[in-house]
């Protein structure tokens, strides 16, 4: 049954109040949860895990406003909508943190032993897990709460370990000396999303090798990190270099050390690099490592995981690695053997974490054989399967997967999933579902590894463990595959290309149909937001500030997919705005409900022009914003409902509806103007909400309506009834003739409250026609009184202003509409000024002292306000001229 309004809006838009008290309601109605249902269309998304030590940061607003946009759209279509939420248990993250807290008291993780340090952790994620879920209410996201989820909860615990299990089994999962990012403040192998890389200002180091057999014959080789030397097992060269070809083969001394390094030729090696010979040292870097395969040379670790040098490393042994280097270099140097130092700068891997220089090592790890997990993950995208938004991402991800290298999941962490296996003195290694505690080949005592995975291990599976894998969930049934998965291209390989493979693997099935990518939110100047930088911003700030819905609105207005967005405060000014402006337009119209029949429809022959134009403006609003939507271009919706409500409900209808608001002799009229302002707000407010959905739940909840909430309400449907192309026409003509009016009055300055006359001319006898029944919307929002229509042939009228539009040629007549004397006064107050400041600019620009040492921008600012100035003098002269002929007229 239809519920009357309440009209208690207040007057001033308060968002803090608004949007607590409508948050509480959805949740405590349990509008977000969602049961299976057959009958119903499904619609899911997973939410991308935020790390359980996060605290909301800008690309968490605008991933999350992104996924709550779609969400409340679905919802509102009447699908079966499941946004799944829940956070990462974050293994580096969250051991730091609480590193951190015990170190204030003197102690580490070891003084407390690996099960109460967990304990520990366990306390601090029970204390603190929470605060970035409230933040995400905060911003109103509408998760199904009901159902969150933890990577490391008793659920998802069980999938990683079936996972991991059905992997080594199968020989997909093996242990390896490889080469990884190590992270020596951390003590663990880190992933490379885990490693941020700066451009650093440093030294290329020019170092020659005595080739063997021969007294004065060197090579030389540059290296950025000379205290590696003592790791060379070999020296490569491009095959074509002339310059090295009658060497290849033979072998070099390692200078200091004396060891041989064979000569090898690989076409890795860039020839205009440095000398282009390269130093060979296969456990402390990626790329050697690969030629050290190539070429079976030796890996020798010079290098301790805490970044001292190792004990085999001679006088250098223990020292720190920055230290050693220090005294390699004056070693090379006393010896001969150091030729230059150049400045060079280049790009050095930090640990995310701790911001410690990673050092590539080779070290014992459980490896992921990615190979075969990669080929039908690419294949599920280059056919269609999963549909990248832009497409453009396709060809990134096809890319990378086509050249990915096993995946290293092995952490030196205590905090996350412990890997399964377990090892005995006898030389077994078990790797189990359940726990064991003897060998099962001796019966000896046995020791599970000591390491955890890698935090991406179990994200990788999180679009089907958090809906109950490995059981066979009703769950899984209805909402697997999900159907979009939103998140930003940085992370597009370590965890979007990763749920792909696991997805294909143990559910045979993708994880989700189409994969929609957001760009990142700089900061004004188009800086990726930083600590270092001081640039971020805090979105509950902003909430606080100006309200949630405001920055849901400026997050999304003018974003486009994949690409990167700025943020400017004036641009969360302009959504505030227009949250004051759609606040205000829809107390004026609850204002004027009083008597509001709700059972009351009009026949189509008591609409007016404007009430058919703004039905049919809103209906075409309503295709264009679902036909954006169903495509993921979410700003160009939101633009579009932006238009509509300012634009043409605001600033046109409102303003023609009033005057039939108040007339209060023509009831009908008044009626039909009330149905029209109800039912286009009310169903405006309904394409609104995904965007704004505090604002328009408010005023929603306050006009006539059925239903508990604005989020159970349909969404609305094209109707073809109601689309009327030729009244928007006229209308649209119409609207052109106001605008040029006033245009023409603001150019003369006439007073707001002076009417002034108004003739028209038409092109045609039909426009006439349609027009002349229409002239009162022309003197209401013209301030135009007479308005008269000239003949085809009439003479052009004398001292008017005039403007042509589609169609309509405008006159103003100017005689006694303005005081002349006045406006001269005016106007010529407004050319000294000019005059003034056209002087100072010329004084400046022909000033050599100015010239020669003032900034070339602030010139050629300067160069254009003389432009300008000088446009604006010409326009005031041209003017006066005009006014000096009305008043000798």
Same mark, same amino acid.
């Given at each position: 049954?239809?519920?009357?309004?309440?009209?208690?809006?207040?007057?001033?838009?308060?968002?803090?109040?608004?949007?607590?008290?409508?948050?509480?309601?959805?949740?405590?109605?349990?509008?977000?949860?969602?049961?299976?249902?057959?009958?119903?269309?499904?619609?899911?998304?997973?939410?991308?895990?935020?790390?359980?030590?996060?605290?909301?940061?800008?690309? @968490?607003?605008?991933?999350?406003?992104?996924?709550?946009?779609?969400?409340?759209?679905?919802?509102? +279509?009447?699908?079966?909508?499941?946004?799944?939420?829940?956070?990462?248990?974050?293994?580096?993250?969250?051991?730091?943190?609480?590193?951190?807290?015990?170190?204030?008291?003197?102690?580490?993780?070891?003084?407390?032993?690996?099960?109460?340090?967990?304990?520990?952790?366990?306390?601090?994620?029970? !204390?603190?897990?929470?605060?970035?879920?409230?933040?995400?209410?905060?911003?109103?996201?509408?998760?199904? $709460?009901?159902?969150?989820?933890?990577?490391?909860?008793?659920? =998802?615990?069980?999938?990683?370990?079936?996972?991991?299990?059905?992997?080594?089994?199968?020989?997909?999962?093996?242990?390896?000396?490889?080469?990884?990012? $190590?992270?020596?403040? =951390?003590?663990?192998?880190?992933?490379?999303?885990?490693?941020?890389?700066?451009?650093?200002?440093?030294?290329?180091?020019?170092?020659?090798?005595?080739?063997?057999?021969?007294?004065?014959?060197?090579?030389?080789?540059?290296?950025?990190?000379?205290?590696?030397?003592?790791?060379?097992?070999?020296?490569?060269?491009?095959?074509?270099?002339?310059?090295?070809?009658?060497?290849?083969?033979?072998? /070099?001394?390692?200078? #200091?050390?004396?060891?041989?390094?064979?000569?090898?030729?690989?076409?890795?090696?860039?020839?205009?690099?440095?000398?282009?010979?390269?130093?060979?040292?296969?456990?402390?870097?990626?790329?050697?490592?690969?030629?050290? #395969?190539?070429?079976?040379?030796?890996?020798?670790?010079?290098?301790?995981?805490?970044?001292?040098?190792?004990?085999?490393?001679?006088?250098?042994?223990?020292?720190?690695?920055? &230290? =050693?280097?220090?005294?390699?270099?004056?070693?090379?140097?006393?010896?001969?053997?150091?030729?230059?130092?150049?400045?060079?700068?280049?790009?050095?891997? @930090?640990?995310?974490?701790?911001?410690?220089?990673?050092?590539?090592?080779?070290?014992? !790890?459980?490896?992921?054989?990615?190979?075969?997990?990669?080929?039908?993950?690419?294949?599920?995208?280059?056919?269609?399967?999963?549909?990248?938004?832009?497409?453009?991402?396709?060809?990134?991800?096809?890319?990378?997967?086509?050249?990915?290298?096993?995946?290293? %999941?092995?952490?030196? #962490?205590?905090?996350?999933?412990?890997?399964?296996?377990?090892?005995?003195?006898?030389?077994?290694?078990?790797?189990?579902?359940?726990?064991?505690?003897?060998?099962?080949?001796?019966?000896?005592?046995?020791?599970?590894?000591?390491?955890? /995975?890698?935090?991406?291990?179990?994200?990788?599976?999180?679009?089907?463990?958090?809906?109950?894998?490995? !059981?066979?969930?009703?769950?899984?049934?209805?909402?697997?595959?999900?159907?979009?998965?939103?998140?930003?291209?940085?992370?597009?390989?370590?965890?979007?290309?990763?749920?792909?493979? *696991?997805?294909?693997?143990?559910?045979?099935? %993708?994880?989700?149909?189409?994969?929609?990518?957001?760009?990142?939110?700089?900061?004004?100047?188009?800086?990726?937001?930083?600590?270092?930088?001081?640039?971020?911003?805090?979105?509950?700030?902003?909430?606080?500030?100006?309200?949630?819905?405001?920055?849901?609105?400026?997050?999304?207005?003018?974003?486009?997919?994949?690409?990167?967005?700025?943020?400017? $405060?004036?641009?969360?000014?302009?959504?505030?705005?227009?949250?004051?402006?759609?606040?205000?337009?829809?107390?004026?119209?609850?204002?004027?409900?009083?008597?509001?029949?709700?059972?009351?429809?009009?026949?189509?022959? *008591?609409?007016?022009?404007?009430?058919?134009?703004?039905?049919?403006?809103?209906?075409?609003?309503?295709?264009?914003?679902?036909?954006? /939507?169903?495509?993921?271009?979410?700003?160009?919706?939101?633009?579009?409902?932006?238009?509509?409500?300012?634009?043409?409900?605001?600033? $046109?209808?409102?303003?023609?509806?009033?005057?039939?608001?108040?007339?209060?002799?023509?009831?009908?009229?008044?009626?039909?103007?009330?149905?029209?302002?109800?039912?286009?707000?009310?169903?405006?407010?309904?394409?609104? @909400?995904?965007? *704004?959905?505090?604002?328009? &739940?408010?005023?929603? +909840?306050?006009?006539?309506?059925?239903?508990?909430?604005?989020?159970?309400?349909?969404?609305?449907?094209?109707?073809?009834?109601?689309?009327?192309?030729?009244?928007?026409?006229?209308?649209?003509?119409?609207?052109?003739?106001?605008?040029?009016?006033?245009?023409?009055?603001?150019?003369?300055?006439?007073?707001?409250?002076?009417?002034?006359?108004?003739?028209?001319?038409?092109?045609?006898?039909?426009?006439?026609?349609?027009?002349?029944?229409? #002239?009162?919307?022309?003197?209401?929002?013209?301030?135009?009184?007479?308005?008269?229509?000239?003949?085809?042939?009439?003479?052009?009228?004398?001292?008017?202003?005039?403007?042509?539009?589609?169609?309509?040629?405008?006159?103003?007549?100017?005689?006694?509409? %303005?005081?002349?004397?006045?406006?001269?006064?005016?106007?010529?107050?407004?050319?000294?000024?000019?005059?003034?400041?056209?002087?100072?600019?010329?004084?400046?620009?022909?000033?050599?002292?100015?010239?020669?040492?003032?900034?070339?921008?602030?010139?050629?600012?300067?160069?254009?306000?003389?432009?300008?100035?000088?446009?604006?003098?010409?326009?005031?002269?041209?003017?006066?001229?005009?006014?000096?002929?009305?008043?000798?007229?």
């Amino acid at each position: 049954m239809e519920q009357e309004q309440t009209n208690n809006i207040s007057t001033v838009y308060d968002p803090q109040a608004v949007e607590a008290k409508w948050y509480k309601f959805w949740e405590d109605s349990k509008l977000f949860h969602a049961e299976v249902d057959k009958d119903k269309q499904p619609f899911s998304i997973v939410i991308p895990p935020p790390n359980v030590t996060g605290q909301l940061h800008m690309g @968490h607003a605008l991933d999350n406003t992104l996924q709550d946009i779609l969400i409340r759209f679905k919802r509102m +279509q009447g699908n079966n909508t499941l946004w799944m939420p829940g956070t990462d248990h974050a293994g580096i993250a969250t051991q730091i943190k609480v590193e951190e807290v015990l170190a204030q008291d003197g102690k580490t993780r070891y003084d407390l032993g690996r099960e109460a340090f967990i304990d520990r952790v366990w306390d601090w994620k029970a !204390q603190y897990g929470s605060r970035i879920i409230n933040q995400l209410k905060r911003l109103g996201a509408s998760c199904d $709460w009901d159902r969150e989820r933890f990577t490391m909860d008793e659920g =998802c615990s069980e999938a990683v370990r079936e996972v991991f299990v059905s992997l080594y089994e199968e020989g997909l999962i093996y242990q390896g000396h490889r080469i990884t990012n $190590w992270c020596p403040r =951390c003590n663990t192998a880190l992933s490379d999303i885990e490693v941020e890389h700066e451009e650093k200002p440093g030294n290329l180091y020019h170092v020659r090798y005595l080739v063997e057999g021969t007294d004065n014959e060197y090579v030389t080789v540059a290296t950025t990190r000379p205290e590696t030397i003592l790791g060379d097992s070999g020296v490569a060269v491009h095959p074509d270099d002339a310059r090295y070809k009658h060497l290849i083969g033979k072998g /070099l001394i390692l200078p #200091l050390v004396g060891r041989r390094l064979p000569i090898v030729a690989d076409e890795y090696v860039d020839p205009s690099f440095g000398t282009g010979a390269v130093k060979v040292t296969p456990a402390h870097d990626p790329n050697d490592f690969e030629m050290g #395969l190539r070429h079976q040379l030796a890996q020798i670790v010079v290098m301790n995981p805490d970044g001292t040098m190792a004990a085999d490393t001679g006088k250098y042994a223990g020292m720190d690695r920055y &230290e =050693c280097r220090k005294a390699l270099v004056n070693d090379l140097k006393d010896q001969g053997y150091l030729v230059k130092i150049d400045e060079h700068s280049h790009a050095v891997g @930090h640990c995310q974490r701790c911001a410690t220089v990673v050092e590539p090592l080779v070290s014992k !790890q459980w490896f992921v054989k990615i190979g075969p997990l990669a080929k039908p993950a690419i294949e599920a995208v280059t056919s269609g399967k999963i549909q990248f938004v832009p497409e453009r991402f396709t060809k990134i991800y096809t890319n990378w997967m086509d050249n990915i290298r096993d995946w290293c %999941i092995s952490r030196q #962490l205590w905090w996350g999933h412990r890997i399964p296996a377990w090892y005995c003195e006898c030389g077994e290694v078990t790797v189990s579902r359940e726990d064991i505690t003897v060998c099962p080949k001796c019966g000896g005592k046995v020791e599970q590894d000591p390491d955890v /995975l890698d935090t991406w291990f179990s994200s990788a599976l999180w679009p089907f463990s958090t809906m109950g894998w490995p !059981q066979d969930t009703a769950e899984l049934k209805q909402f697997y595959p999900t159907s979009v998965l939103v998140t930003g291209y940085d992370i597009i390989f370590f965890w979007v290309a990763r749920m792909i493979m *696991m997805g294909l693997k143990f559910k045979k099935e %993708i994880p989700f149909r189409h994969v929609f990518i957001h760009g990142l939110v700089r900061d004004s100047q188009g800086r990726k937001m930083s600590k270092s930088l001081g640039n971020g911003i805090d979105p509950l700030e902003v909430c606080d500030k100006y309200g949630a819905d405001t920055l849901r609105f400026m997050l999304v207005t003018g974003n486009t997919p994949g690409n990167d967005m700025r943020f400017y $405060w004036e641009r969360v000014e302009s959504s505030r705005n227009f949250a004051n402006k759609i606040w205000n337009a829809s107390r004026f119209v609850l204002m004027n409900l009083e008597g509001f029949d709700s059972t009351f429809t009009p026949g189509a022959n *008591m609409f007016t022009l404007a009430d058919r134009w703004i039905l049919s403006r809103y209906n075409q609003t309503v295709a264009d914003v679902t036909r954006n /939507l169903e495509r993921f271009e979410l700003g160009e919706a939101a633009r579009m409902v932006y238009e509509f409500i300012w634009d043409e409900f605001c600033d $046109w209808y409102i303003e023609l509806a009033k005057g039939r608001l108040y007339n209060k002799e023509d009831a009908e009229s008044r009626k039909v103007a009330q149905y029209v302002l109800n039912y286009v707000l009310k169903s405006t407010l309904v394409l609104l @909400h995904p965007f *704004m959905p505090f604002i328009t &739940e408010a005023i929603w +909840q306050n006009l006539p309506h059925q239903g508990l909430s604005i989020m159970t309400t349909n969404w609305p449907e094209e109707d073809a009834t109601l689309a009327k192309p030729q009244d928007e026409q006229l209308m649209a003509v119409i609207m052109e003739v106001i605008k040029a009016v006033r245009n023409m009055r603001a150019e003369v300055n006439v007073p707001p409250g002076k009417k002034s006359q108004v003739l028209l001319k038409f092109a045609s006898d039909e426009l006439k026609t349609k027009i002349e029944a229409n #002239l009162g919307y022309i003197k209401i929002l013209a301030a135009a009184d007479p308005v008269e229509v000239l003949a085809a042939n009439a003479a052009t009228p004398e001292n008017a202003m005039t403007a042509i539009v589609s169609g309509v040629e405008i006159y103003l007549p100017l005689k006694g509409l %303005i005081d002349v004397e006045k406006e001269n006064a005016r106007l010529n107050k407004e050319l000294d000024n000019l005059d003034k400041e056209l002087a100072r600019i010329a004084g400046k620009l022909n000033n050599p002292g100015f010239t020669a040492k003032a900034p070339a921008d602030v010139i050629e600012k300067e160069k254009a306000k003389q432009a300008e100035y000088l446009e604006k003098q010409a326009a005031i002269k041209e003017r006066l001229v005009y006014l000096a002929s009305l008043s000798d007229d």
